[in-house]
């Protein structure tokens, strides 16, 4: 079947995601939305829902209720914003960072062995995924995409 790279990108993150989060609800009885959810407020640090709202493209009572799951589960430490407010700000528990490094490994071992048994060569393939991140970083903040 003939299709345009848009299109083909598109399958190709939403069959990832399906298969990532089959795969961690399998393995560490965890959704992939709330995996990104640890990894992105690792890698954001002490963040806000605001921020990790924004960074997952979805509404802040969206994230205040799975950020409330992932602090009842020990993964998630939320507190309010000592200036006041309905600001809360988050941060990894030990158990939290420890979940995301263990299954960060173990993407990575799967994603390199996936892309090795495509042919694509993976240091190639990394290569220009970040450069294309990169340039709709870019291309966001010109607003030109």
């Known amino acids: 079947m003939n299709r345009n790279l848009s299109f083909t990108l598109h399958v190709l993150t939403a069959r990832l995601d399906r298969a990532a989060d089959r795969l961690l609800r399998a393995e560490h009885d965890i959704s992939y939305n709330r995996f990104l959810a640890l990894t992105l407020v690792g890698e954001l640090g002490a963040s806000t829902q605001r921020a990790l709202a924004d960074a997952l493209g979805v509404t802040e009572p969206s994230v205040s209720r ?11 430490d939320v507190r309010p914003d000592p200036g006041g407010g309905h600001r809360r700000h988050l941060s990894l528990t030990d158990k939290g960072r420890q979940l995301v490094a263990s299954v960060q490994q173990g993407f990575e071992e799967r994603m390199t062995a996936l892309v090795a048994h495509s042919g694509v060569p993976y240091a190639e393939y990394a290569r220009h995924t970040a450069q294309l991140l990169a340039t709709l970083d870019h291309a966001e903040q010109e607003r030109t995409l």
């Open 66 to 76: 799975m950020t409330s799951v992932l602090a009842a589960d020990g993964l998630l």
